[in-house]
């Protein structure tokens, strides 16, 4: 059965290459991967797969029936791209590119599929392919008006996946991320990666006239610029194991020169290894947030938004994942990742459900930055598909007894229900004014 996956993937090697070519030349934000998503719909019908649309909007779900009753693995793929000006192929319109690989993960997801679909007569369970939306976590503003419109809840996909019921089936999940970094050779297994909450901030001030009345305004900017020096004193404080980044940006920073700034808009992760470690580290940034609003005199609303949680690998799926990865490319290129200091929502999944979350070659340049860019499909796509398709026939043959052994070993730190407790806990906004203290 490996064999015949692996073939199936190479016989649709180009037509994978030109699906991932043909969704980088067209990027999307989350929750706006319309024209993605119609691809993956297309891919789904012409391997005569019903599916599932409109999950957290733009998400989509089928599913491959084995020859029995079994198991459900999820292979995932992620549909958004980002911001990247600077990027030579953004889009022009809206700043979107493909500067992190997902038009690979896609691509490498339906790989996956037709060539699990070459055996899955001789399976015993069934392979959830998913096509998950806004894995970046950006347009903080914009998805927030999306939640006070009634469309998602979360901000992330894979939460509101998990919230409308897409993950409730599913035993095991597994993707692989494309990856820039020479260390990371053609495939990277196991690690750890951060965790992070966000933050929607906003200064409020007084306007007045800049160069006539400065003494009659408050200025939101200055508070900003006070808060975020608190931050930068307070970063000596994060103790390195725990593998705190706190990075904010100031989206709006006023109106008119000539004008005293009133309201003025930051967004920034506040990033760590451990639930705890950011849970204090996030609190430590409030303290100075407020310390700007007070410097000045003015008010600061800080809402806190439930971003990722930290990454945790199964062991189980490590070791088969990493065999697989040896077979195709051979020991000396198969690395283990170590610790990462960003996030992915696969860390949310990996609280609920055993999860693999592999890296891949094939890219080159600084992931989300202007010269990055996939130069090898073979690393990008095939291998990866080949891969977590010959993981799935290693836990889904032999009537899923490893599959079976990998969901009674695993310990999930949370159950469904306390995860989406715990996201709801953590969306909090509150208002401070300096004038509570005067």
């Not at 930290?310 to 000396?332: K, Q, T, W, Y």
């Not at 609920?352 to 080159?364: E, F, K, M």
């Not at 202007?370 to 889904?396: F, G």
Request: hydrophobic share 40%.
């Amino acid at each position: 059965m490996k064999a015949r996956v692996r073939q199936a993937v190479d016989a649709h090697a180009s037509e994978l290459e030109q699906l991932a070519r043909q969704i980088f030349a067209q990027p999307e934000l989350g929750f706006k991967e319309h024209h993605t998503a119609s691809l993956v719909h297309d891919w789904f019908d012409k391997l005569g797969l019903a599916h599932r649309d409109g999950i957290g909007i733009t998400g989509t779900r089928a599913d491959l029936k084995g020859g029995s009753s079994g198991p459900t693995v999820a292979v995932l793929g992620e549909l958004d791209s980002l911001l990247c000006w600077e990027h030579p192929d953004r889009d022009p319109r809206t700043g979107a590119v493909h500067a992190c690989g997902h038009n690979a993960q896609i691509a490498m997801m339906l790989g996956a599929a037709l060539a699990l679909k070459e055996v899955a007569d001789e399976l015993s369970g069934s392979v959830a392919l998913m096509a998950v939306p806004a894995e970046e976590y950006v347009e903080l503003e914009e998805r927030l008006k999306f939640r006070q419109q009634g469309q998602l809840e979360f901000l992330g996909g894979k939460a509101e996946m998990v919230r409308l019921g897409a993950f409730d089936d599913v035993d095991i999940a597994m993707m692989v991320h494309a990856t820039a970094r020479p260390e990371d050779a053609d495939i990277a297994v196991g690690g750890t990666n951060n965790g992070m909450v966000a933050k929607f901030v906003r200064f409020l001030g007084r306007t007045s006239h800049a160069g006539g009345a400065p003494d009659q305004g408050i200025n939101s900017l200055s508070a900003a610029r006070v808060a975020l020096a608190g931050i930068d004193a307070i970063r000596e404080t994060f103790r390195d194991e725990d593998h705190i980044r706190v990075h904010p940006i100031v989206t709006r920073g006023g109106d008119v020169v000539n004008a005293i700034p009133a309201d003025v808009r930051v967004e920034m992760f506040c990033r760590g290894a451990s639930l705890e470690a950011i849970e204090l580290a996030h609190r430590k940034v409030d303290r100075a947030l407020k310390a700007g609003a007070l410097a000045l005199g003015g008010e600061v609303e800080i809402t806190t938004l439930p971003g990722y949680l930290p990454l945790h690998h199964d062991p189980n799926l490590v070791s088969m994942f990493r065999a697989n990865a040896v077979e195709i490319v051979g020991s000396e290129r198969v690395r283990d990742k170590g610790h990462g200091g960003g996030s992915t929502d696969m860390g949310d999944i990996s609280h609920i459900l055993p999860t693999v979350h592999p890296y891949a070659g094939g890219a080159s340049g600084a992931g989300h930055g202007a010269d990055y860019r996939i130069d090898d499909y073979t690393r990008a796509v095939a291998n990866p598909a080949k891969a977590m398709a010959m993981t799935v026939v290693d836990l889904l043959s032999s009537d899923a007894r490893q599959a079976r052994q990998v969901t009674a070993e695993f310990k999930p730190r949370m159950t469904r229900a306390e995860y989406l407790a715990y996201l709801r806990r953590m969306s909090t906004t509150t208002l401070f004014r300096a004038s509570d203290l005067e």
